[in-house]
């Protein structure tokens, strides 16, 4: 759980707050309008990807414990996120928007599904990470594009298609990359030493 638990809190912490700070330039230079660098601060500040982490976070090191019956219904909600993500990105995507949007939503998902996770393998080795934190960092690496990507596209309006469609074909074809990707690593997995 540690090394998963770091891997979010690094995306929602650091990956996120970059993407909507780029998103509001970006938005910024379109309309050749400048926005107070405040409102920026506001908006990543206020992410609700971002401002959860936060708060979990701060509650984590305040040992808070959440009562049974609040873990047990916000689990049901976690349970039923991605396939509602799923359902509205479905409702998004269209036959002729993934049409034109195949060659670049393909090359975008060769990236993610198997360049990243080279790129990340490649950086554990040099780093001398722990086979547990490797494999961790790996799999983190090769799992489909977030949903939430999908959410911040919609919010800023920018390629809302061409997410719908790099979602929708890295989640299809992690069914197979990510099998391929746990028996490379399952060398990595007989070397860990049990704590």
Not at 179 to 187: A, E, R, T
């Amino acid at each position: 759980m540690l090394p998963a638990a770091i891997a979010t809190v690094f995306v929602a912490v650091v990956m996120f707050p970059i993407a909507v700070i780029l998103l509001e330039v970006g938005q910024q230079d379109a309309h050749g309008a400048r926005t107070a660098p405040m409102a920026t601060v506001k908006h990543v500040v206020l992410n609700p990807m971002v401002i959860s982490t936060l708060i979990g976070m701060v509650l984590s090191v305040l040992h808070f414990h959440m009562p049974g019956p609040v873990t047990t219904y916000l689990g049901i909600m976690a349970d039923a996120l991605t396939p509602c993500a799923l359902f509205a990105i479905g409702l998004g995507l269209s036959i002729d928007g993934l049409r034109a949007n195949i060659g670049k939503a393909s090359l975008l998902s060769a990236v993610k599904l198997v360049i990243m996770p080279v790129i990340v393998y490649a950086f554990s080795v040099f780093l001398g990470l722990d086979p547990l934190y490797t494999i961790a960092a790996v799999i983190c690496a090769a799992v489909p594009t977030a949903k939430t990507v999908y959410i911040l596209a919609g919010g800023y309006h920018c390629e809302e298609m061409m997410v719908a469609s790099t979602v929708s074909l890295t989640t299809l074809a992690s069914v197979a990359s990510l099998v391929v990707w746990l028996y490379g690593l399952s060398g990595l997995a007989a070397r860990i030493v049990p704590r």
